[in-house]
C-alpha cells in the first residue's frame, strides 16, 4: 500500500468549538515557548504538521474515528467563547465591529433582522434629518461599545452610529459602509456625508468613521465631526480628515441622500458669511452695527439663545445679545467679569468651534430687553398654556400626558400629517416630524427645527 501523502491542514482561524479553541491557546504557548528558547520560526510549522501527521496515522492504523478523536487534546473545562461575526477583512474582535442585524436594547436580535451588508433597497433620506438623528444620540450621550446595542437597535461603535444616522435598518461595519456610498472630493462635502478610514491589514491600528456636520470655516481646513467615540457620542470641531492618519479619511456620500445643502445656519453652511477669526472686542458692545454682531446673535441661537431673540438676530448690537452671551458664559462656569455679556476671544472659539456647554435651558422665559419677560411664562397666572414639562419628556421611547397634548395640539394646528394612528402618548418619530414641520412653519431653520420642542416651541404651540 503506497504511503498517502499529507497536507498540512488549518482550520478557520475563528472556529468557536472546544477543540478548537483549546488548539489555538496550546499553540500560542508553544509559539511563545519556541520563541523564547531561540527555536528558528520554521519549527512552529513542523510542530503543526506533525499534530496532524500524527492523527492521521492512528486512523490508518485502524483506530478510526475514536481513535482520532481520543488524539485530539482534551477539551479545556472554560466555556465556549461566543459565536465571532461573520467573518471579514477585519476578523473577529474588530474595534469597529462586524455586520449586523438590528438588535433589542438588550442585544437580543431584531425582527424580521435585516440583512447586513446588502444594500438591495435604499431608504430615501434629506440632510437634515441626518444630522437631526445624529444630534439624538449627542443629547443622549450614548456611551460607546462594540458589544451592547442602543434602543434604537444600533451597535453603539463608530460603524452603527453611521449606519443609524444614515436609517439604514442594519449595522454595518468599516468594510461595508462604502457600499451604500459614492466617494466624492473634499470640495463637494456637505452635512451628512462621512469620512472613513477602512484598515483592513491592521483593523486595531486606525480604522474609524465620522459624520461631516459642516466646516468651521472658510479655509476648509477643520470641520465639525459627529462621531461615536470613547467615552460617549461627541461633536467636535476636527482638523480634515481627522486627529491621526489623516491622509487616509476619504469622503463619501450616502447614496439614499436627497437634497443639497441644509438651511442656512451656523455649522451647516460650506461657506460662512464671516471668517472665524475673533474680529476683536470693539466689534461689539452699545452701539456696533456689524456682521459680526449678527453672526454671533446666530451662534447664540445655534447654542440653546432662542429666547433671547424674539425677533432673530440682528447687526446692531443690543440688550438681547449681551444677554444671551452672558447666558453662554454662565453656561461654562465663569462668574463676574468673565460673564459681563460682552464677547472675547474665548467666547468666540467655543461659539465658532461648537465647543463648551450649551445655554442652559429654562421652562421659565428668559429676562428680555430692560429686565422684562421675553414672553408670557407657561403655565403663570392668566395664561391657558400648560406648563413647559422640559426637554427630557419628548425623547424616544417617553411617555406622558405631556407627549399627548403635544399630538392633539399640533393636529389642532394643522401640523398632524404625519400621523397614522394618532396622537399617542408615547413620543415617536411621528411627533418629531410634526414638530418639525411647525418649526420651520416659524421661519426657524437648521437646529432650531430639529422636532424636538423647547419651551419657546411650546409656548407659540399652545398660544
Known amino acids: 500500500m503506497p504511503m498517502p501523502v499529507f497536507e498540512e ?24 515557548t519556541a520563541l523564547r528558547d531561540g527555536a528558528p520560526p520554521g519549527a512552529r510549522g513542523a510542530r503543526r504538521a506533525l499534530v496532524v501527521a500524527t492523527a492521521a496515522g492512528v486512523v490508518l492504523s485502524g483506530g478510526g474515528p475514536t481513535a482520532l478523536a481520543a488524539a485530539r487534546p482534551a477539551p479545556s473545562p472554560v466555556p465556549a467563547a461566543p459565536a465571532p461575526p461573520r467573518p471579514s477583512a477585519d476578523g473577529p474582535g474588530s474595534p469597529q465591529g462586524g455586520p449586523a442585524p438590528l438588535h433589542g436594547p438588550k442585544g437580543s436580535p431584531a425582527k424580521p433582522p435585516g440583512r447586513p451588508g446588502a444594500p438591495a433597497t435604499v431608504r430615501r433620506i434629506d440632510r437634515s434629518t441626518i444630522i437631526n438623528r ?6 443622549e450621550q450614548v456611551p460607546y461599545s462594540m458589544s451592547d446595542y442602543w434602543s434604537d437597535g444600533y451597535r453603539q461603535d463608530c460603524s452603527g452610529f453611521v449606519s443609524m444616522a444614515w436609517n439604514l435598518g442594519t449595522n454595518e461595519w468599516t468594510g461595508s459602509l462604502d457600499k451604500f456610498a459614492k466617494k466624492i472630493t473634499k470640495e463637494e462635502l456637505l452635512p451628512g ?14 480604522s474609524h468613521v465620522t459624520l461631516f456636520g459642516g466646516w468651521v470655516d472658510e479655509t476648509r481646513t477643520s470641520y465639525i465631526a459627529y462621531e461615536q467615540t470613547r467615552p460617549t457620542t461627541r461633536k467636535l470641531a476636527t482638523p480634515y480628515g481627522y486627529w491621526n492618519n489623516a491622509t487616509k479619511y476619504l469622503p463619501y456620500r450616502y447614496t ?11 455649522g451647516n453652511d460650506p461657506k460662512p458669511a464671516a471668517p472665524s477669526a475673533f474680529p476683536g472686542a470693539k466689534m461689539f458692545g452699545p452701539g456696533a452695527d456689524n456682521e459680526y454682531v449678527a453672526r454671533l446673535g446666530r451662534m447664540l441661537i445655534d447654542r440653546g439663545g432662542r429666547r433671547f431673540y424674539p425677533k432673530g438676530p440682528s447687526t446692531k448690537w443690543s440688550e438681547s445679545d449681551r444677554l444671551a452671551t452672558q447666558a453662554f458664559q454662565k453656561a461654562q462656569g465663569w462668574t463676574g467679569a468673565e460673564a459681563d455679556g460682552i464677547p472675547g476671544a474665548h467666547t468666540w472659539r467655543l461659539l465658532v468651534q461648537g465647543q463648551g456647554n450649551d445655554i442652559v435651558p429654562t421652562p421659565e422665559a428668559a429676562p428680555g430687553p430692560g429686565g422684562h419677560p421675553a414672553h408670557p411664562v407657561p403655565g403663570g ?28 395640539q399640533l393636529t389642532a394646528k394643522g401640523f398632524g400629517k404625519y400621523y397614522t394612528s394618532g396622537p399617542g402618548s408615547v413620543w415617536g418619530e411621528a411627533d418629531r416630524r410634526n414638530v418639525e414641520a411647525f418649526q420651520r412653519a416659524q421661519g426657524w431653520r437648521g437646529a432650531l427645527a430639529n422636532g424636538y420642542p423647547g419651551p419657546e416651541t411650546w409656548r407659540r404651540l399652545f398660544a
Open 381 to 408: 397666572q392668566g395664561d391657558s398654556v400648560p406648563a413647559y414639562p422640559g426637554p427630557g419628556a419628548f425623547r424616544p421611547g417617553q411617555s406622558g400626558p405631556a407627549v399627548a397634548a403635544l399630538g392633539r
Open 256 to 266: 439614499g441622500v436627497t437634497g443639497g445643502l441644509l438651511p442656512d445656519g451656523p
Open 193 to 206: 456625508d462621512m469620512l472613513l478610514f477602512h484598515n483592513p491589514s491592521d483593523p486595531n491600528n486606525g
Open 134 to 139: 445624529a444630534k439624538v444620540w449627542l443629547e
Open 9 to 32: 491542514y488549518e482550520p478557520a482561524g475563528d472556529c468557536g468549538c472546544l477543540g478548537c479553541v483549546h488548539r489555538r491557546r496550546t499553540l500560542a504557548r508553544g509559539r511563545a
